[in-house]
């Protein structure tokens, strides 16, 4: 469960439900926002893309390995935010730019253009991104006095 602001003029009763189809329409731009698919415990080369020792000159077991990670004896510890291996993934995520395709009012469900953050059966918020304002240009056309 999660509360959200509604807008001006609206009247909602504890308790009332709501429809999908009274909120979207097709053609609606939407952001979706959930929590993306957790990937465990990730290396180096996989979490940030780090290239790796190399393949050849004896390097029989450092091919994926993450190599030096700071300085010695000073500052004789490692920097908060250093990139090493952990857990990567579960993170919040928010897709922008996708569209409303079709709102089934007897399902009660929205089809949407595009991937949203998370696995299945996750909760996502959906927020329907105000329309773009046109910008109007003025086109002034100067006369030249042909003589």
């Known amino acids: 469960m999660r509360e959200v602001d509604i807008e001006e003029g609206e009247e ?5 439900s709501l429809s999908i189809a009274d909120i979207f329409a097709p053609g609606d731009d939407i952001a979706v926002t959930g929590i993306g698919k957790g990937k465990g415990f990730a290396g180096g080369v996989k979490r940030w893309g780090f290239a790796g ?3 050849t000159h004896g390097q029989s077991d450092r091919h994926r390995a993450p190599g030096s990670i700071g300085q010695g004896t000073t500052p004789g510890r490692v920097y908060k935010g250093k990139k090493m291996a952990g857990r990567m993934g579960s993170e919040t995520a928010t897709v922008k730019g996708l569209k409303v395709i079709a709102v089934d009012s007897d399902t009660n469900s929205l089809h949407v253009s595009g991937s949203v953050p998370g696995r299945k059966g996750t909760f996502l918020m959906i927020k ?20």
């Open 12 to 16: 909602l009763k504890v308790g009332e």
């Open 128 to 147: 329907r991104v105000s329309p773009k304002q046109e910008v109007q240009v003025k086109e002034e056309v100067n006369e030249k006095d042909e003589n």
């Open 53 to 55: 020792g190399p393949k």
